[in-house]
């Protein structure tokens, strides 16, 4: 077996636990994992192809979420403020990046030479 062949087959193998996973949570754990799901069928499909391709990360948040009911709410509320301040950086920090790249930008770029275009000296003539 190739390496192209051994690169396609084992995406064809995530993919397929992908699937599995995805749609075992779709059906079963959705609802365990986030109250407000419940009974909204009609978004389900749209979150599908991140499932499958992220399903390692939906199992492991899986599996926590189940652990988790011994877990003091205060520990909660403060990864959920971590997370939130988090945002708050990178939504202030994208505008200060983006802005320091249109400055430093070079401006005294030579301009493209310019192309005369002639029409053939056959078609001219006639």
């Given at each position: 077996?190739?390496?192209?062949?051994?690169?396609v087959?084992?995406?064809?193998?995530?993919?397929?636990?992908g699937?599995?996973?995805?749609?075992?949570?779709?059906?079963?754990?959705?609802?365990?994992?986030d109250?407000?799901?419940?009974?909204?069928?009609?978004?389900?499909?749209?979150?599908?192809?991140?499932l499958?391709?992220?399903?390692?990360?939906?199992?492991?948040?899986w599996?926590?979420a189940?652990t988790?009911t011994?877990?003091?709410p205060?520990?909660?509320?403060?990864?959920?403020r971590?997370?939130?301040?988090?945002w708050l950086?990178?939504?202030?920090l994208?505008?200060l990046?983006l802005g320091?790249?249109?400055?430093?930008?070079?401006?005294?770029l030579?301009?493209?030479a310019?192309l005369?275009?002639?029409?053939?000296?056959?078609?001219a003539?006639?």
């Amino acid at each position: 077996m190739g390496a192209a062949a051994l690169i396609v087959t084992l995406g064809q193998a995530w993919l397929l636990a992908g699937l599995g996973v995805a749609l075992a949570f779709l059906l079963f754990g959705l609802d365990r994992i986030d109250p407000a799901a419940r009974g909204a069928y009609g978004f389900r499909p749209l979150l599908l192809p991140g499932l499958v391709l992220l399903w390692p990360l939906v199992v492991w948040r899986w599996l926590d979420a189940a652990t988790q009911t011994g877990r003091p709410p205060s520990l909660r509320r403060r990864h959920k403020r971590a997370h939130a301040v988090l945002w708050l950086i990178l939504a202030g920090l994208l505008p200060l990046v983006l802005g320091t790249a249109v400055t430093l930008r070079q401006h005294d770029l030579p301009a493209p030479a310019s192309l005369r275009i002639d029409a053939d000296t056959d078609e001219a003539e006639e």
